[in-house]
């Protein structure tokens, strides 16, 4: 078994080694940690600890940047084999199910290793710095190997079981998620009660603290807490070595029930086919509109009218969930009679906000993606309309299918109406209101274009870029604007509008054009 | 706009790719309501002359016009006016065939009755009827075929550009996208038809344009094609005779012109291979009655298309 399992991995990381994307990931993140080691010394330059600083940032920019990459790399592992419908040829070939497994999911184990071993010489540097030792950076290394075993095994188990690639890593991104977060929410949650004895309580509680601390979030900010003397082979080492052995065997067990018939080939109906019931059929597509390509990709693409209602209804669950819980959390008690109106339209704001923006963006990465994917670019370009034209349309269609949230957000203002406008006079006003919009739009086009360059991941790429031009871009210029901020905010705003423009105007519709022509 | 008016016009065309040359100077014409087979071996810079004349690819060195336009300058209206269909399948295989013909009639601006009209007549001619509500992901490959021939036709171009449209299809399916192909230029439609196998365009093609290593290797009529292959002295003749003795077999070898005689794979069949500036056919068949021979059927091989089109491209597999 151990010559097809070699002999897979090496094919894979042959792949990869020669692969450019590969090789700028890597030169990226190491341009990051130089940067970062920049801006950390700048900071520091008349004395601190700028060692401990300059670690602590390094290592939880490490840890959000392999877990970005893991949620996207380590969800493909079978289902790229399963679209290319090259799986069923491996499996006829012989090669065991473990062989299959350990195969494809060491390469990706290997690479992301190796994205952490880029890093370790430049956290030695810390400890020149001052402030940190080596047991420290030796057990912060240990942890992140411990979480990457982890995701690599928990998104290898949901590539075997999902089709598609997006739907496994949706799913690596919830366990994600759960796993480091809903733990913290539920201690909170609990803390608001009085302490029980009850055995419900206890076990919430004990499971929730014991979640906690297994966390490679938490347990970095204990390694690089002062006079950090514990053992470096942490019970979070262990547990998250044990849930990836876990997940490695649930994989084994459920890799011959999921991977028994072949994936479709081609995207699949997500309309519904309402043509016997009238009262449905309001739901289907309909006609083609004279914005064709916004039809076709509200109905074909994001699912219509249907997917929209349903939208809603989560939207309304969210607002009617913050309402009580606002209410819930200022009086101690759900009895209240009085609801906090103005404080749940803050929250409201807030969340719709946030939600807007990412669904934007995660809408742009799947209607280029798709496109790319199902190589109908060709198809579209030979339309009467420039690239641009096709593009603006494109992304025209992802606002229209934001019209849900838009009203929600709407609706949230009404509850705290006056601080809505204060903030948005603040906004539109301020030069940083402006520089932040500009980022937006910035995060936006570049998930377009990501989209259309990588396979998979787009979003969670260009969220790690912006979140790079944010800390050390936005920082770097920061110092060179100490005393201006709007200043800065004005500078920052050239380079985004500038970017944004070569985006809109020559890098996406060319790369459009480029996939067009290899498809045709 | 006259009948003999040209509607592709190729001029000295040269394009490269990062590591190659693709196309060395290619020269042709396809004049309107013609159906013009553009043939050549895999790799010969079909797919390359295909492209530019979408518009998907713009030119490097060399005229290239469509509709008497620059494709440099004029894609869009080009493009309102012609429909490429490329090899590749790329369909919208979620929606169902109406709404896949709606979607780029739309895209093309014609209004909903027009558009009603107009998908009828294209799911007509195509032979589609009846099949406008099933999904596209759940046809045959043939039939998918027919609905990317008919998305080309929703705009009603006044050119049609097919990539190796016949690639993968079953012999029917065949058969009958060339009489789909046959109405079209019976519609008055110009067809520029691009196929590595220049037998199956023999019978459809007014015209032919003959690639091969970004070369044209000849472009005119079919019969032209085969004068030009024809220029040699060498005929070929394969005649049935009654009986046939070791002698007579010598005395037709030993003839002077003669190249070589054999027997062919029909019972009594004889073929021949002179010479004709040395002997003629009639010396042949004289010679064979002076031995009371009696002569059962003759014919001509005529050199084949095939034989034509290997004869003009060269070997080997290319990039």
């Known amino acids: 078994m151990i010559v097809p399992v070699l002999a897979l991995c090496t094919r894979a990381l042959r792949l990869e080694s020669r692969s450019w994307k590969t090789l700028s990931l890597r030169l990226t993140f190491i341009i990051f940690v130089s940067l970062s080691l920049v801006s950390i010394v700048t900071s520091f330059v008349f004395g601190g600890a700028a060692g401990l600083s300059f670690f602590l940032r390094l290592s939880y920019n490490v840890l959000i940047f392999v877990t970005l990459y893991g949620i996207s790399a380590f969800s493909t592992t079978i289902t790229e084999e399963k679209e290319a419908q090259t799986l069923g040829l491996l499996k006829m070939s012989g090669i065991h199910p473990v062989g299959i497994l350990l195969g494809k999911s060491t390469s990706l184990l290997i690479s992301a290793l190796l994205l952490i071993a880029a890093v370790f010489p430049f956290a030695m540097l810390a400890v020149t710095l001052g402030g940190v030792s080596y047991r420290q950076i030796n057990a912060t290394f240990i942890a992140l190997m411990a979480h990457i075993i982890m995701l690599s095994n928990v998104g290898l188990f949901f590539s075997v079981l999902c089709n598609r690639a997006r739907s496994a890593s949706s799913l690596t991104l919830l366990f994600v998620l759960g796993y480091n977060f809903v733990p913290i929410i539920f201690t909170a949650i609990l803390q608001l009660f009085s302490p029980s004895s009850h055995w419900l309580y206890t076990a919430i509680n004990d499971t929730c603290t014991f979640l906690t601390n297994t966390s490679a979030f938490t ?302 | 706009m006259t009948e003999h008016e040209s509607i592709i016009d190729v001029n000295n065309l040269r394009y490269s790719y990062k590591n190659s040359k693709a196309l060395l100077g290619s020269t042709f014409i396809v004049r309107r309501g013609e159906l013009h087979g553009f043939v050549g071996p895999n790799g010969a810079g079909k797919t390359t002359i295909l492209k530019l004349l979408s518009t998907l690819l713009p030119p490097q060195i060399g005229d290239l016009r469509v509709f008497g336009l620059d494709v440099k300058t004029n894609a869009k209206a080009i493009r309102r006016r012609m429909g490429f269909m490329p090899d590749h399948f790329s369909m919208y295989q979620q929606m169902t065939v109406f709404e896949y013909l709606d979607f780029f009639a739309a895209a093309y601006g014609l209004g909903a009755s027009e558009r009603d009209s107009t998908i009828k007549d294209v799911l007509t001619l195509t032979d589609m009827d009846g099949r406008q509500n099933d999904l596209i992901q759940g046809l045959s490959r043939g039939m998918q075929q027919r609905v990317s021939l008919a998305r080309v036709l929703v705009h009603d171009p006044e050119l049609l550009l097919l990539d190796e449209p016949a690639s993968g299809l079953d012999p029917r399916a065949r058969i009958e996208l060339m009489d789909i192909l046959k109405e079209l230029k019976n519609m008055g439609k110009t067809v520029f038809i691009s196929s590595h196998i220049l037998a199956e365009l023999a019978d459809l093609c007014d015209s032919v344009t003959i690639i091969d290593q970004g070369q044209i290797k000849y472009t005119g009529d079919i019969d032209g094609l085969l004068q030009t292959q024809s220029t040699t002295t060498e005929k070929n003749y394969a005649l049935k005779l009654s009986e046939a003795n070791d002698s007579l077999f010598e005395r037709l070898q030993n003839m002077e012109g003669m190249l070589q005689v054999s027997r062919g794979d029909k019972e009594g069949e004889y073929k021949f291979t002179f010479d004709s500036n040395q002997i003629s056919i009639n010396q042949i068949v004289g010679t064979i009655s002076q031995q009371n021979t009696a002569i059962l059927s003759i014919r001509e091989d005529v050199k084949h298309l095939n034989q034509a089109f290997m004869e003009l491209t060269t070997a080997g597999v290319r990039q």
């Open chain 1, 219 to 520: 347990q970095l900010s204990i390694i690089l807490s002062t006079g950090f003397n514990e053992s470096m082979i942490s019970t979070q080492v262990w547990f998250n070595f044990l849930i990836g052995i876990v997940f490695f065997g649930l994989s084994l067990i459920s890799f011959e029930r999921f991977t028994k018939n072949p994936v479709p080939v081609g995207p699949k109906r997500v309309l519904g086919n309402f043509k016997k019931n009238s009262n449905m059929k309001k739901m289907g597509a309909g006609r083609a509109t004279k914005n064709a390509i916004v039809w076709r990709d509200y109905n074909f693409i994001f699912g219509g009218h249907f997917q929209s209602l349903i939208r809603c209804l989560i939207y309304l669950i969210i607002m009617v969930a913050t309402i009580l819980i606002t209410t819930y959390t200022q009086n101690w008690k759900i009895s209240s009679s009085t609801i906090e109106w103005e404080d749940s339209g803050n929250f409201l704001m807030i969340i719709y906000l946030v939600l807007f923006i990412f669904i934007i963006a995660s809408r742009l990465s799947t209607s280029f993606s798709r496109e790319k994917k199902w190589h109908t670019f060709s198809n579209l370009l030979m339309l009467p309309h420039d690239s641009r034209h096709i593009m603006v349309k494109k992304i025209a269609c992802c606002f229209k299918t934001s019209l849900p949230i838009i009203c929600f957000f709407a609706l949230s203002t009404l509850f705290n109406f006056d601080n809505f406008t204060k903030a948005l006079d603040e906004i539109l006003t301020e030069p940083l209101g402006w520089a932040s919009i500009l980022f937006t739009l910035l995060f936006w086009y570049l998930t377009i274009y990501l989209a259309l360059r990588l396979k998979f991941g787009a979003l969670i790429v260009s969220l790690f870029f912006m979140y790079f031009v944010n800390f050390l871009v936005m920082g770097i210029i920061g110092l060179i604007f100490s005393f201006d901020s709007d200043a800065a905010a004005l500078f920052c705003s050239v380079i985004y509008i500038t970017l944004i423009s070569l985006l809109h105007i020559k890098l996406i519709p060319n790369r459009m054009k480029a996939i067009a022509l290899a498809n045709s």
